[in-house]
T-cell receptor, first 119, second 109 residues
Framework: DAGVIQSPRHEVTEMGQEVTLRCKPI?????LFWYRQTMMRGLELLIY????????DSGMPEDRFSAKMPNASFSTLKIQPSEPRDSAVYFC?????????????????FGEGSRLTVL | DAKTTQPPSMDCAEGRAANLPCNHS???????VYWYRQIHSQGPQYIIH???NNETNEMASLIITEDRKSSTLILPHATLRDTAVYYC??????????FGTGTRLKVLA
């Protein structure tokens, strides 16, 4: 089964440019999370979607950051304009809210991440 | 902010049990304890979770104290591939998976 798919895996851009990171959650999952990871701050929760609706965006650092989820199979995280301090690894994770078969774990499934470098 | 405290690093000999402690003294009655690990720069991977009973799966065991203020993740026979950063998380509500700084476990040959 395909896991959470993120693109691009690596992005190098110059300060001031627009950056768009993409995420395809696992089919059937109705919750989606964006995280950012840096050495200084560790893993930070940026935004949480449930059924394509943003529920909590309190972790989004500034207005330069925006996230959308136009349908159940796609989400974007956009930074405009980008700054060097935005350099980080951005992870997308998805989760089902349904117990399904067996014991419900509430497990988050993470993608491989998008490593962003802003020069 | 993370609601857990973990030692920054630990070493374990290959083949021995790795016992990773976690303090969560402010945990509420309905909050679950989750453990994840992150190998190198990959995305974090779920290991196990629990509420108040001890839990075991194919990867690990989770021991939660009776007062729920702390827990221990046990990897029964650590291998070199278990070298990773291990995160103990108290999940608030339905979605606040707040990762702390974790424990960097190094399994030694």
């Amino acid at each position: 089964d395909a896991g959470v798919i993120q693109s691009p895996r690596h992005e190098v851009t110059e300060m001031g440019q627009e950056v768009t990171l993409r995420c395809k959650p696992i089919s059937g999952h109705n919750s989606l999370f964006w995280y950012r990871q840096t050495m200084m701050r560790g893993l930070e929760l940026l935004i949480y979607f449930n059924n394509n609706v943003p529920i909590d965006d309190s972790g989004m650092p500034e207005d330069r950051f925006s996230a959308k989820m136009p349908n159940a199979s796609f989400s974007t995280l956009k930074i405009q304009p980008s700054e060097p301090r935005d350099s980080a690894v951005y992870f997308c994770a998805s989760r089902t809210s349904s117990p399904g078969q067996g014991r419900y774990t509430g497990e988050l499934f993470f993608g491989e991440g998008s490593r962003l470098t802003v020069l | 902010d993370a609601k857990t405290t973990q030692p920054p690093s630990m070493d374990c000999a290959e083949g021995r049990a790795a016992n990773l402690p976690c303090n969560h003294s402010t945990i509420s009655g309905n909050e679950y304890v989750y453990w994840y690990r992150q190998i190198h720069s990959q995305g974090p991977q779920y290991i196990i979770h629990g509420l108040k009973n001890n839990e075991t799966n194919e990867m690990a065991s989770l021991i939660i104290t009776e007062d729920r203020k702390s827990s221990t993740l046990i990897l029964p026979h650590a291998t070199l591939r278990d070298t990773a950063v291990y995160y103990c998380i108290v999940v608030s509500g339905t979605y606040k998976y707040i990762f702390g700084t974790g424990t960097r476990l190094k399994v030694l040959a």
